[in-house]
């Protein structure tokens, strides 16, 4: 009726895909964190001495 093998390569494909999701998520916290970077040191490069980020006051 049914093969035992298509549940395995239902797994593979769930497996495949989380791996995926969690490689774009790395991705997008490594951009983010790179791009807040590279603002802090073209800020510095200028020669401004208050670069830090403020933060509102909640």
Do not use: F, Y
């Amino acid at each position: 009726m049914t093969d035992p093998e298509e549940g395995g390569s239902r797994r593979g494909a769930i497996a495949g895909l989380l791996i995926a999701a969690v490689m774009l998520a790395a991705g997008l916290w490594l951009a983010h964190d790179l791009t807040a970077a590279s603002k802090m040191q073209d800020c510095l490069m200028s020669g401004r001495t208050n670069c830090n980020v403020i933060q509102p006051a909640q």
